[in-house]
């Protein structure tokens, strides 16, 4: 089976700082990996994904993420972040291939203070 | 890209009623996914409905308490039945189109149970 863990429930960041959420996985498979995005009263929304290739990932909204295997990591990074970035950051797994489950991890709240 | 419109978006229901949620894709999709997010929570896989076929649950969901309908490639159902305040949470209904395909989210049901 797989499992996410996101290491940080919050992290506060001053606007225009870069940010890094961090996000470990398990599995005894090879895996698909995710950020998803919810802002406040708002449903899920897409950042980015791996499926294979370059471990180097650009998603919407100037963030990237970098797939480690060797780690099992995949963690989302911004360069510079806005106010408006504020929100619930959600790393996920799936097995590789098909129309396999997506396992979340338990989230991690970005706050961004001016 | 798909979307989902769930019904209802929000309902208050009493202590041992049954509730039943809609779910709307505006294309055939393979895949669709219940999923529950308690308050501050991360999002937990109820189960995967299938078409044509009983919904496969997860550990700690069973078919009696959470009973699942997806009758052809565009819509199911999930009922959550004899409702106790435990059961306060937003559900949300997902699909996948296609192999390797993000998962899209509906906007959710807020339930409270009194």
């Known amino acids: 089976a797989q499992s996410v863990t996101q290491l940080d429930s919050q992290v506060p960041v001053f606007e225009e700082a870069p940010v890094e959420l961090r996000c470990n996985y398990s599995s005894s498979v090879s895996v698909y990996l995710f950020w998803y995005v919810q802002y406040p009263n708002q449903g899920l929304q897409l950042l980015l994904k791996y499926l294979s290739g370059s471990t180097l990932v650009k998603g919407i909204n100037g963030f990237e993420a970098e797939f480690n295997k060797s780690q099992t990591s995949f963690h989302l990074r911004k360069p510079s972040v806005h106010i408006s970035d504020t929100a619930e950051y959600f790393c996920a797994v799936s097995k590789s291939g098909g129309y396999n489950k997506l396992i979340f991890g338990a989230g991690t709240r970005l706050a961004v203070h001016p | 890209s798909a979307v989902i419109s769930q019904k209802p978006s929000r309902d208050i229901c009493q202590r041992g009623t049954s509730l039943t949620i809609q779910c709307q894709v505006d294309s055939q999709v393979t895949m669709m996914f219940w999923y529950r997010q308690q308050p501050g929570q991360s999002l937990t896989l109820i189960a995967t409905?299938?078409?044509?076929?009983?919904?496969?649950?997860e550990s700690g969901f069973v078919i009696d308490k959470f009973p699942i309908s997806r009758p052809n490639l565009t819509f199911s159902t999930l009922t959550v039945s004899n409702m106790s305040p435990e059961d306060s949470s937003i559900y949300l209904c997902?699909?996948?189109?296609?192999?390797?395909?993000?998962?899209?989210f509906g906007s959710g049901t807020q339930l409270s149970v009194l």
């Open positions: 409905a299938n078409q044509g076929s009983e919904a496969t649950y």
């Open positions: 997902s699909a996948r189109q296609g192999p390797n395909e993000k998962l899209f």
